[in-house]
């Protein structure tokens, strides 16, 4: 069973371009979650998603920050007009459907994207 | 709303020797806590959960972490120090009803002398 994947691993942009990260969820796993990691920092939420839907977006910046999870493809967060402070490791991780509440709460994650705007 | 703190952002051990890595918890509602660990340029991997059933929970690699709701702590432990543990641990908190999204502590990076 395939692991979290994202792609890319690393992506370099100038000031002022379009950033687009990509996850693919374990495979059962309907919940996507984003974090921010930046350097000697521990992880932030960003958003959580269910297909189609942004069920918690309580840690995306308000602006320029967007994400989607579409009924078919990955979950992608997209960061329009990057600037250097956009500068970090973004982490996916994924949750299985609501079985048991334990269970559920169990996040798997990706190696993350590295951004680096220059 | 929830918190952790990890006490102590470097903890060194030598090989063989015990780890403990401190972590306390602030939540409104019974928490689900979670240790994770993360070695350079790579994501997180679950070492173990807790999750209202036992107390004292066993990880992979030989962790274990005790669930003190009375010292509201989470604590990782693992006798004996081996050189593949040099890492950054992560605890993590979530359980707040509604929302899924972890909590993470600041993390401890974990050195391991020989």
């Known amino acids: 069973n395939a692991g979290v994947m994202q792609n890319p691993r690393h992506l370099v942009r100038r000031r002022g371009q379009e950033a687009r990260l990509r996850c693919s969820p374990m495979?059962?796993?309907?919940?996507v979650y984003w974090y921010r990691q930046l350097p000697e920092e521990g992880l932030k939420f960003m958003v959580y998603?269910?297909?189609?839907?942004?069920?918690?977006e309580s840690g995306m910046p308000k602006e320029r920050f967007s994400a989607e999870f579409p009924k078919e493809g990955p979950s992608i967060l997209r960061i329009q007009q990057v600037v250097r402070g956009d500068s970090a490791a973004y982490f996916c991780?994924?949750?299985?459907?609501?079985?048991?509440?334990?269970?559920?709460?169990?996040?798997?994650f990706g190696p993350g994207t590295r951004l680096t705007v220059t | 709303a929830q918190s952790v703190t990890q006490l102590g952002s470097h903890v060194s051990v030598s090989e063989g020797a015990l780890v403990l890595l401190r972590c306390n918890y602030s939540?409104?509602?019974?928490?689900?806590l979670f240790w994770y660990v993360q070695y350079p340029n790579q994501g997180l991997q679950l070492l173990l959960k807790?999750?209202?059933?036992?107390?004292l929970v066993k990880g992979i690699n030989g962790f274990e972490a005790e669930f003190k709701k009375s010292e509201t702590s989470f604590h990782l432990t693992k006798p004996s120090a081996h050189m593949s543990d040099a890492a950054e641990y992560f605890c993590?908190?979530?359980?707040?009803?509604?929302?899924?999204?972890?909590?993470f502590g600041s993390g401890t990076r974990l050195q391991v002398q020989p």
């Open positions: 991780a994924s949750s299985p459907p609501e079985y048991g509440t334990g269970v559920a709460y169990e996040q798997y």
């Open positions: 495979k059962g796993h309907s919940h």
């Open positions: 998603l269910q297909k189609e839907n942004i069920i918690d």
């Open positions: 939540s409104s509602v019974p928490p689900y």
């Open positions: 807790y999750t209202s059933a036992a107390t």
């Open positions: 993590a908190v979530t359980g707040d009803t509604g929302r899924r999204a972890l909590t």
